[in-house]
């Protein structure tokens, strides 16, 4: 199970101000200016990603020797070549002819090996806003920050980029699992609120149909290995400290946002209820978690009106006080929620033997639990 400590910014934001970071993977060129209000389709950066050189070998696919290579092409070394052109033959009459798997530029040949290199043209990538909002700072060659009043919930894990996309519930408890049963055609192109899990097979059908995407409350480790053909525990080695689909056409464009961590547990309901009141409304979700250096965790960015009353300048940063809306983040109450009855500033000896400041705090159900002070997190 995923346990963390609070940051200090609240997981569950009503209305204040959404910095939104927009990076080109590749340098290149921003398009907008500062003070420009851009729309989710709006193009703010553009670049020319640069491809794999391609290797072909040209010996065996004319059936000559290496050294008959250069001879046989119909290009000079830096010439442009159209995808499909003649790139080489055997004889100028007749004979064995060899056409350009790709569009690129005839770069190298290798007489020893009969191998040659074709760089494939770059690909133009267009960056778009992925929000409405204003463009506040432009970062040269790299992209955008945009600003734009929004309601906002952090998650603790996520995988994928950006999102953009309309809000539509699933489930009216968020103590109930997605299903594949569940995810139809309707759900195309949508952000999907669930309850409390996904199974592997929900995944797939939901990248089948087109959602853009899902929002839950925990998942199961093995279900997202399954999901992600990883074994064993690769996908969590050391390494980047971001996660991420693979590049593949079933889950490229698919982002998951889990607000609680793995295993099986419900949405908090405070988040699951902020989340459904918004439902039919456009909302972004961004799914990369970063743990190493600069910690960063999923969101969920919702736009509001311009003159939306009640939105604040910073993001709040709200503290386990009395009578404050709490989650618990202890393992055993995982995403409970409820009011701080009292902070006991005496160190109490909790269940697990620790002896620490501790708040009781009076749960939905009306029952009083007593967990360590560092294991609640305010949300009001």
């Known amino acids: 199970m995923s346990l963390y400590v609070p940051s200090g910014a609240s997981p569950l934001i009503t209305g204040a101000l959404a910095r939104i970071e927009r990076r080109l993977p590749h ?11 851009v729309e989710p389709g709006t193009p703010v950066a553009q670049a020319f990603i640069p491809a794999a050189p ?30 499909g052109a003649p790139l080489a033959q055997t004889s100028r009459f007749g004979g064995r002819k060899c056409l350009s798997p790709v569009s690129g530029v005839l770069t190298g040949v290798d007489e020893a090996t009969g191998y040659i290199t074709i760089t494939p043209d770059p690909v133009r990538y267009e960056l778009l806003a ?20 929004a309601a906002q919930v952090y998650g603790i894990f996520g995988i994928g980029t950006n999102q953009y996309g309309v809000l539509q519930l699933m489930v009216t408890d968020p103590a109930e699992p997605i299903t594949p049963d ?13 309850g409390s899990t996904i199974s592997a097979a929900a995944l797939e059908r939901a990248a089948q ?18 999901f992600l053909g990883v074994e064993g525990y690769a996908l969590w080695d050391a390494g980047p400290p971001d996660w991420s689909f693979p590049s593949s056409p079933s889950s490229a464009d698919l982002v998951v946002v889990v607000t609680e961590g793995f295993g099986s547990r419900p949405m908090s309901r405070p988040l699951f209820d902020l989340l459904a009141s918004y439902v039919g409304k456009e909302a972004l979700v961004e799914g990369a978690t970063c743990v190493l ?18 939105v604040s300048i910073d993001t709040p940063r709200p503290t386990a006080r009395p009578g404050a809306l709490v989650r618990i983040l202890h393992q055993s109450q995982l995403g409970q929620s409820g009011q701080v009855r009292t902070l006991l500033s005496a160190p109490q000896r909790l269940p697990s033997r620790v002896r620490t ?4 705090v009076v749960l939905e159900d009306s029952t009083i639990t007593r967990v360590s002070a560092i294991a609640v997190e305010a949300l009001n």
């Open 293 to 310: 250096g600069e910690v960063r965790r999923p969101r969920v960015v919702i736009p509001l009106p311009t003159r939306a009353a009640g």
């Open 130 to 149: 992925n929000v409405p909002g204003v463009v506040m700072e432009i970062m040269p060659y790299e992209g955008v920050r945009i600003e734009t009043p």
């Open 54 to 83: 391609r290797l072909i070998n040209l010996a065996r696919l004319l059936m000559i020797p290496p050294s008959r290579v250069k001879r046989s092409l119909l290009h000079d070394i830096g010439a442009s070549i159209a995808q």
């Open 27 to 37: 340098p290149g060129e921003v398009v907008v200016r500062v003070g420009q209000r």
């Open 357 to 360: 400041q501790a708040a009781e």
């Open 182 to 194: 569940k995810i139809n055609a309707r759900f195309a192109y949508a952000i999907i609120i669930g």
């Open 209 to 226: 149909e087109g959602v853009r995407g899902i929002i839950v409350g925990s998942i199961d480790e093995a279900e997202l290995r399954a």
